[in-house]
């Protein structure tokens, strides 16, 4: 049975977290090299949690599937980050970002963790300057800003248009450093497989070496998941090729609880897909709405090219709709309205599943070195993939799968209900609610790495009182047995259809009866498509090669093997929550605009579920979402 | 369009590899090159036979994880590209196209094009940091940097560590790499107090790891995703002899 107890802190709101830090344990310098810390991912959440823990003096070791620490997919955000600094001085505060963030969420999170993110997000910045990062800077050598969806002041510090790389190379940083010294003892090209529970505590972890096959057990006195999240079940999302849901879905079956899965956001400026043979679909930085205009043609299949098209056939539809955010309104409403006008007719591009996002006015008032100054990448990359001009032909956008604000249920103190399981970054629910503003997930996952898992850490480590224990206990056996048996399972199938076919499969299911738009009816539908096509799937595959061996194919199979599982998951979340919030649009719930309607009398609760079975219907618990400082009011972005 | 490819396979780092050639059917000029090569193991799998085995991750030309020598030019012939936003309209029908991991002494093969380039964190782990610690640092607009040094600063930081520039270096030297992340630091106020040491323990780092020396070909600059320039081998090279003095 899951208890979930949130361990707000009592007082007022910008009090919380200040007094907290004073109440909390702390480990006496000399027994910090005592404890052991598995951190597994080392995106910018886990890469500086584990570099942070280890320059306190915790002995930590770091996990990561990519040949380097350096090569999460937390480096392929462009536009920024996010921070409270009022630099431009235009009236941002630590109260304005917090309650920009927890309304651009739909106020479905906790008012404590949103305002500490708030709190921490200035330190961030400072530590990332001293790193080196090189951010973008004004002539007089301070830093630069830009304006981001869902806000009305300028508050993202970014690096050109890559910077979640700088970020992440900073991170990185850190934890090289901290590998040379000793402290950190890093496993790349290493994937978890289980998670370990010894007396209802996380306190190790199973590992299969990509390289060798070998499969390995490590013990710890706290377990740190930072590894993301999962929107490649999805087949076709901007996530990494490699990014999975196994770690956080295999802490799900041992106990821990998986909050709001079905709150996936879908980004509305991507380049459209081309064909099947796609294996993912690229983002291209919603920064790129500060300077360009959406439309499309007013007429329904109008196919004209679209420099032919006059000014007053054209449909500006995110200034008409929303005039006070025009292009910058937020993402799940920019990706709903897009859908709705190529659902009408009139998308663009071969497929109609498209928009324009046209630079014409802004190259004409700023020149176009000022905008090959701001998105020049961005424009390259675009011609990389379509062989169009951007800066000659307005761009097509489409939306697509890209961050899950869903993720395992944390405390305040980023802890699961599982003891000693800390969660971090993309991987936990905690701050984002049902909706992530653009330049908040950089803030989210360094703010859980540098300032906030390194002093609740202590905290866990301090109180816990752990037994002394090995890999030899039976619950590592018991677990290292589970991971080979699954290995050798997949390996045995032979069968007469590849992983990647039933992926996208499953995929498919998923765009259709949960994606963008979901009602009971579809979603009654993935419910019945999806147990058919998991029981072929551990039917049909073949997976060539041995489990001793690198084998790609196998690791494949081992990710795909639990989307399989975890997407009833999302389904049954998606059709248990009837109201309308950010990402998640249940077509039965909207105003007479077709505008989002939440239903706060029955659904202002976080919803955590207890995993009871494969193919079984999981228990729902309430965590109830008390606002004491905000009002809960309808968004709105007109 | 319909290829052949003769690609490298070797079963592990003992193994002996070998070319093997394999045809590439129905290949639309939209595909990127790994997903033509995703299609040629798609029908591997189905024969039973194990696929090419080749690094990738992020597919968007950033994560630096993709490494193939296509026609004997590291990340193939477009310039400034990551293999993964090669797109296949760059290649003809009919055409022939020989596909080899990086090829380095210090990079050895693991499986058929994937090579392990730990040499190159190692080489980090020497210096490439700023010795700070996460909590102690002032406003970060306490300290301006000059724009210019800070665009310059971005222009080495770029660099995705994905080793193009050694795999195309006659002498696998990875100074174009290094000198990237050392002259990042150079031109910032934050990378003073390290610099010169940090330059001594970078370049001694990737001697101890077997990577040869800069002898001004800039094959590595032709190749580079990223386009990162030469001149910060220069400045490197400036900043080694200025640590000895």
């Known amino acids: 049975m899951i208890t979930l107890d949130a361990h707000a802190p009592s007082g007022p709101?910008?009090?919380?977290?200040?007094?907290?830090?004073?109440?909390?344990?702390?480990?006496?310098?000399?027994?910090?090299?005592?404890?052991?810390?598995?951190?597994?991912?080392?995106?910018?959440?886990?890469?500086?949690a584990a570099a942070t823990l280890a320059e306190l003096g915790y002995n930590v070791e770091a996990f990561c599937y990519q040949d380097s620490p350096r090569r999460a997919h937390s480096i392929a955000a462009q536009g920024g980050i996010n921070a409270a600094k009022n630099y431009q001085n235009d009236g941002d505060s630590v109260y304005r970002l917090f309650y920009d963030t927890i309304k651009g969420g739909d106020f479905r999170a906790r008012e404590s963790n949103v305002y500490r993110l708030a709190q921490v997000s200035n330190a961030i910045i400072d530590h990332c300057a001293a790193q080196g990062v090189p951010f973008a800077r004004e002539y007089g050598g301070l830093l630069d800003n830009r304006s981001f969806g869902g806000a009305q002041v300028s508050r993202t510090f970014y690096a050109r248009g890559q910077t979640g790389q700088q970020l992440l190379l900073g991170a990185y940083a850190s934890l090289i450093r901290q590998i040379g010294r000793g402290a950190v003892k890093m496993h790349s090209r290493s994937e978890m497989q289980e998670l370990v529970l010894v007396d209802g505590v996380a306190r190790g972890i199973v590992t299969r070496d990509l390289v060798t096959g070998k499969i390995e057990s490590h013990v710890g006195d706290a377990v740190v998941l930072a590894t993301g999240g999962y929107g490649n079940l999805y087949f076709l999302s901007t996530m990494a090729a490699g990014c999975n849901v196994t770690a956080a879905y295999r802490a799900y079956k041992k106990g821990a609880a998986f909050a709001n899965p079905c709150y996936v956001q879908i980004h509305p400026?991507?380049?459209?897909?081309?064909?099947?043979?796609?294996?993912?679909?690229?983002?291209?930085?919603?920064?790129?709405?500060?300077?360009?205009?959406?439309?499309?043609?007013?007429?329904?299949?109008?196919?004209?090219?679209?420099?032919d098209i006059p000014e007053d056939?054209?449909?500006?539809?995110?200034?008409?709709?929303?005039?006070?955010?025009?292009?910058?309104?937020?993402?799940?409403?920019?990706?709903?309205?897009?859908?709705?006008?190529?659902?009408?007719?009139?998308?663009?591009?071969?497929?109609?599943?498209?928009?324009?996002?046209?630079?014409?006015?802004?190259?004409?008032?700023?020149?176009?070195?000022?905008?090959?100054?701001?998105?020049?990448?961005?424009?390259?990359m675009y011609f990389k993939?379509?062989?169009?001009?951007?800066?000659?032909?307005?761009?097509?956008?489409?939306?697509?799968?890209?961050?899950?604000?869903?993720?395992?249920w944390v405390d305040y103190?980023?802890?699961?209900?599982?003891?000693?399981?800390?969660?971090?970054?993309?991987?936990?629910f905690s701050d984002h609610g049902a909706n992530r503003l653009g330049a908040s997930a950089l803030m989210q996952g360094l703010a859980d790495g540098y300032f906030i898992l390194p002093y609740t850490m202590g905290h866990w480590l301090a109180t816990a009182k752990l037994p002394k224990v090995s890999t030899d206990r039976p619950e590592f056996k018991q677990a290292e047995a589970e991971v080979d048996g699954k290995v050798k399972r997949l390996l045995s199938l032979k069968g007469k259809r590849t992983v990647k076919s039933f992926h996208r499969d499953l995929g498919k299911i998923m765009w259709e009866y949960c994606g963008m738009g979901r009602n009971e009816a579809g979603l009654k539908k993935a419910l019945e498509l999806i147990p058919p096509l998991r029981e072929e799937f551990w039917k049909n595959i073949t997976v060539p090669g041995a489990g001793e061996d690198?084998?790609?194919?196998?690791?494949?199979?081992?990710?795909?093997?639990?989307?399989?599982?975890?997407?009833?998951?999302l389904v049954y979340d998606a059709l248990e929550r009837k109201e309308s919030c950010g990402s998640h649009f249940r077509e039965e719930s909207q105003t007479s605009e077709g505008e989002a309607k939440r239903d706060d009398e029955n659904y202002c609760h976080v919803s955590a579920w207890e995993f009871t079975g494969v193919g079984q219907r999981p228990n729902l618990h309430k965590e109830p979402l008390a606002f004491e400082t905000v009002q809960l009011g309808q968004r709105s972005y007109k | 369009?319909?290829?052949?490819?003769?690609?490298?396979?070797?079963?592990?780092?003992?193994?002996?590899?070998?070319?093997?050639?394999?045809p590439a059917r129905d290949i639309s000029p939209n595909m990127s090159f790994l997903e033509m090569l995703d299609i040629v193991n798609e029908e591997l799998v189905l024969k039973g036979e194990e696929p090419i085995a080749f690094d990738h991750d992020c597919r968007e030309g950033i994560c630096g994880m993709c490494s193939l020598v296509i026609n004997g030019i590291a990340h193939g012939h477009e310039r400034g590209t990551t293999v993964c936003q090669l797109h296949m309209r760059h290649f003809k029908d009919g055409q022939e196209i020989t596909i080899e991991p990086w090829r380095a002494k210090p990079f050895p093969v693991l499986r058929d094009l994937i090579v392990d380039r730990s040499a190159l964190d190692r080489i980090m782990m020497a210096g490439g940091f700023i010795s700070v610690n996460a909590g102690g640092a002032p406003d970060a607009n306490a300290l301006p940097v000059p724009k210019e040094h800070a665009e310059l600063a971005m222009d080495a930081a770029a660099c995705i560590g994905c080793g193009a520039c050694v795999a195309s270096c006659k002498n696998a030297s990875a100074m174009l790499?290094?000198?990237?992340?050392?002259?990042?630091?150079?031109?910032?106020?934050?990378?003073?107090?390290?610099?010169?040491?940090?330059?001594?323990?970078?370049?001694?780092?990737?001697d101890a790891e077997g990577f040869g020396n800069c002898t001004n070909q800039y094959e590595c600059e032709a190749v580079c995703p990223k386009e990162i320039s030469v001149r910060f081998i220069a400045e490197m090279n400036r900043d080694y002899w200025r640590a000895w003095l």
């Open chain 1, 13 to 48: 709101l910008a009090e919380k977290w200040n007094r907290h830090r004073n109440e909390m344990k702390l480990v006496n310098p000399s027994n910090k090299r005592k404890f052991k810390i598995l951190v597994v991912g080392t995106g910018l959440a886990g890469g500086s």
């Open chain 1, 269 to 307: 400026t991507c380049i459209p897909i081309t064909g099947d043979h796609q294996s993912k679909l690229t983002l291209m930085s919603e920064s790129l709405r500060n300077d360009g205009r959406i439309w499309v043609p007013k007429k329904v299949g109008d196919k004209r090219a679209p420099n």
């Open chain 1, 313 to 380: 056939e054209r449909d500006y539809y995110l200034e008409r709709k929303y005039p006070s955010y025009g292009n910058l309104a937020p993402r799940d409403i920019s990706s709903r309205s897009a859908k709705e006008v190529c659902d009408e007719g009139r998308g663009v591009g071969e497929a109609g599943r498209g928009v324009y996002l046209d630079f014409a006015d802004s190259i004409k008032r700023l020149g176009v070195e000022t905008i090959k100054e701001r998105y020049g990448n961005l424009f390259d």
């Open chain 1, 385 to 408: 993939i379509t062989a169009e001009n951007g800066y000659k032909i307005p761009m097509r956008i489409y939306p697509a799968t890209h961050y899950t604000m869903g993720g395992l």
């Open chain 1, 413 to 428: 103190n980023l802890m699961s209900n599982v003891p000693g399981l800390h969660v971090i970054g993309e991987a936990n």
């Open chain 1, 550 to 569: 690198l084998n790609t194919e196998l690791e494949r199979a081992g990710r795909v093997a639990d989307y399989f599982e975890f997407a009833e998951l």
């Open chain 2, 1 to 22: 369009m319909n290829l052949t490819l003769h690609v490298w396979r070797q079963k592990n780092p003992q193994a002996k590899g070998q070319m093997v050639t394999y």
């Open chain 2, 177 to 206: 790499f290094m000198s990237a992340k050392i002259a990042q630091f150079a031109h910032l106020p934050q990378g003073q107090p390290e610099r010169m040491d940090r330059v001594r323990k970078m370049v001694a780092a990737m």
